[in-house]
């Protein structure tokens, strides 16, 4: 396994990036990255659309949601493949497909995070803020918006996690990524796929494993700073920092 | 853009059978791993709670693996490195059956067992001793105690993630595309190649996903709403 490392190592890192397209771990972490960057602005208005004192923008929000949460990943990568080209007109690389996949897949599963963390503050914030004159926007831009976002962290972060594994699919449409760049090792040593998928395997534990661990000591935080706000005594539950595959 | 869509070539003839062959393997793909990752999943929980140090250990890295290693790496570990783990019988066993599925069928309940395992376990944990003690005072025994008063209350916590872990298992299932398995994703991958209505094509297989997700959806919502009212 290390002498494979030993030979492999930069194509395991960055693929063939000065003489090719940057692949490797470092362009899943840069696709999970944009996919995050771009997702969150979307997550917010939906999560927004979702509490909308307007029935059909609520309705509009909560049907974006269910679909994405009932397609298979898969499904929106090729539509992504297939869709994105024409909607912009041009041809794209894997890369932008994977990011664009992400984006429309993750901003449902991002948005009900910051629901649950617009949910968990009490009525009591929105109605000083709205009692202190601020209209709609001011109120959830100042006052709803920063609490929720801080007690949404733990559960973004696990979603950051989801995102980084989804990246792996990249593969089916061969974007230049870390599992693409493990199965190309594979094919050219035909012999050893139980050491080549070990160190694809073994390096998403590591990465993941201590973002995971990350997201838990920080629900800790959060959940200790809530239960300092709230008065009442009465503990408000853990923020649901459920990992998916 | 001059484009007329037409999905008369997909739902009529050779492409209709295709799409059904691919919806059923994707469906007995769903319900095997799913009742193999429950079984796995409650036999996970019984070690962890089993007061076995080195087994609760295993119970704890076999969950954190599982749950940090992305599901399509797992299946291409089971596809091309597990096969060359067995001993040489194992291997022509394999190969001469249809063992794409059958390998996938098991990265994919592997993987789900240690969801659901956690997903079991935050319900029980969620029961104070107290009602256990609670129950034996009354004078259930252990088993009684389990079935009337510490089940049903970590059945309603524990029912509500392992619906959502069900429909993820059901989605995960198109993962099999990427070793060759001939169900939903494929079978659709096929058509396009076959008749280029790419977007007939993907909208006729993401409907029929949608449509079984939803039916998950909305068994589990009337089953939670059904054990809420069961637990008052």
Redo the contacts between chains.
């Keep these: 396994m290390l002498d494979i490392l030993r030979e492999y190592w930069l194509l395991f890192l960055v693929g063939q990036y000065p003489n090719g397209p940057l692949g490797g771990l470092v362009a899943t972490l840069l696709v999970a990255i944009c996919g995050l960057g771009l997702a969150l602005p979307c997550a917010m208005a939906i999560a927004l659309g979702r509490i909308s004192p307007y029935m059909p923008v609520r309705i509009a929000a909560a049907f974006v949601v269910?679909?994405v949460?009932?397609?298979?990943?898969?499904?929106v990568i090729?539509?992504s493949y297939?869709g994105l080209p024409i909607l912009l007109g041009r041809p794209i690389n894997g890369f932008v497909t994977l990011v664009g996949a992400l984006v429309l897949y993750e901003s449902a599963y991002l948005a009900e995070a910051i629901r649950a963390g617009i949910e968990a503050l009490p009525r009591g914030q929105r109605e000083a803020a709205r009692a202190l004159g601020l209209n709609y926007w001011q109120t959830m831009g100042l006052v709803i918006l920063p609490q929720a976002l801080f007690n949404a962290l733990p559960s973004l972060l696990t979603q950051f996690?989801s995102l980084?594994?989804?990246t792996?699919?990249g593969?089916?449409i061969s974007v230049n990524e870390f599992?693409f760049a493990a199965?190309q090792v594979?094919n050219q040593l035909l012999t050893k796929?139980?050491q080549v998928?070990?160190i694809?395997?073994l390096t998403?534990?590591a990465v993941?494993?201590t973002l995971?661990q990350t997201a838990r000591r920080l629900e800790r935080i959060v959940a200790r700073r809530r239960n300092g706000m709230a008065k009442d005594g009465e503990p408000t539950a853990l923020l649901a920092t459920?990992?998916?595959? | 853009m001059g484009y007329t869509l037409d999905f008369g070539a997909i739902l009529s003839g050779e492409h209709l059978r295709w799409l059904i062959s691919g919806l059923r393997l994707t469906l007995e793909l769903t319900l095997s791993s799913w009742v193999l990752a429950l079984v796995l999943g409650v036999i996970l929980v019984l070690l962890r709670s089993s007061g076995i140090k080195p087994a609760e250990w295993f119970v704890t890295a076999y969950v954190e693996v599982h749950q940090n290693v992305p599901l399509l790496v797992q299946v291409l570990f089971w596809y091309f490195a597990v096969p060359e783990l067995l001993p040489e019988a194992g291997r022509i066993w394999l190969n001469e059956r249809n063992s794409e599925f059958l390998l996938v069928m098991l990265a994919l309940s592997f993987c789900f067992a240690a969801y659901m395992s956690e997903a079991l376990r935050s319900g029980m944990r969620a029961i104070p001793q107290t009602q256990h003690e609670a129950g034996r005072a009354l004078g259930f025994g252990y088993l009684r105690t389990m079935q009337y008063v510490v089940i049903p209350q970590a059945a309603r916590l524990a029912i509500p993630p392992l619906i959502n872990y069900s429909l993820l298992l059901f989605k995960n299932t198109s993962l099999a595309m990427a070793i060759g398995v001939h169900e939903l994703t494929t079978q659709t991958r096929q058509i396009e190649n076959d008749t280029f209505r790419t977007f007939e094509a993907f909208t006729v297989s993401t409907v029929l996903y949608l449509m079984i997700s939803f039916v998950i959806m909305a068994g589990g919502a009337l089953l939670e709403r059904r054990i809420k009212r069961e637990g008052r």
Excluded: D, Q
């Design positions: 269910h679909t949460r009932g397609t298979p990943f898969l499904m090729f539509w297939f996690v980084i594994k989804e792996s699919l593969y089916v599992t199965a594979n796929p139980v998928f070990s694809l395997a998403f534990f993941c494993f995971t459920e990992p998916t595959p």
